[in-house]
Each structure stands twice: as C-alpha cells, then as structure tokens.
C-alpha cells in the first residue's frame, strides 16, 4: 500500500525536534499509525489502540 505525504506530515516532522509529547487522534482506519512509522522509521513509539499497549 503506498503512503500518500499527507499535508500534517512536515508539520509532525519538524516538530520531532522538541521535546514534547504529540497525541495523534483521529478515526478508525484514516492512516495514522502508518504515519507515525513513516515519521520514526526506526524509533519506538507507543500506542494505546487495540489489545495493550505496543512499542
């Protein structure tokens, strides 16, 4: 499935510099774990969605 560069996605990544936490809310299936792996490639993030939380 290819990723579409999706207009918040320059905003989410120079905001990685700060050292903040960002809640990226939305509805089912609208792509946004998709677009927090594009954004942290190989880091770790955490999601509190379906069984438990991943990292």
Do not use: D, W
């Not at 990226?24 to 774990?33: D, V």
């Amino acid at each position: 499935m290819p990723f579409y560069n999706q207009t918040i996605y320059k905003s989410l990544k120079a905001h990685l510099s700060k050292r903040q936490i960002t809640v990226l809310t939305g509805m089912r299936r609208t792509g946004k774990t998709t677009l927090v792996r594009q954004l942290l490639a190989r880091g770790a993030f955490l999601s509190f969605a379906g069984e438990g939380s991943r990292f």
